[in-house]
């Protein structure tokens, strides 16, 4: 099985074949679990990168792009911490592995942009 799917719908599309660049990959099919864990981790550390950017740097303009999207997130909050380790448990949350296996996982459900379950 495959770890990642392009869908018909252009923001998951568009996610998918990030991805896929960021994996170094030529296709999503060929994006493994092991490769969607390296993505997490560049994406927690861009993100940490641009929370915890001084205002006068270039990184600090990828801190607005998240404000834009994400106002309510702990990296962008305005008491948000400007230590990256402090930071970091809070974004890596968002990145975790679905624990499938849980029992309190609870029942699948279809995800919003491919049917696929989750939970």
Request: glycine share 4%.
């Amino acid at each position: 099985m495959t770890a990642l799917l392009a869908t018909g719908h252009p923001l998951q599309r568009a996610g998918a074949w990030a991805a896929v660049v960021i994996a170094e990959r030529d296709d999503p099919r060929r994006v493994s679990a092991a490769d969607l864990d390296s993505v997490s981790s560049v994406l927690v550390d861009d993100v940490l990168a641009a929370a915890t950017a001084p205002k006068d740097s270039s990184r600090y303009d990828w801190w607005k792009v998240l404000f834009a999207l994400y106002p309510n997130s702990k990296a962008t909050h305005s008491k948000r911490p400007s230590d990256p380790n402090v930071l970091r448990p809070d974004i890596e949350r968002f990145f975790a592995r679905d624990s499938r296996d849980s029992p309190e996982a609870g029942p699948m459900r279809p995800r919003t942009f491919c049917n696929a379950g989750t939970r």
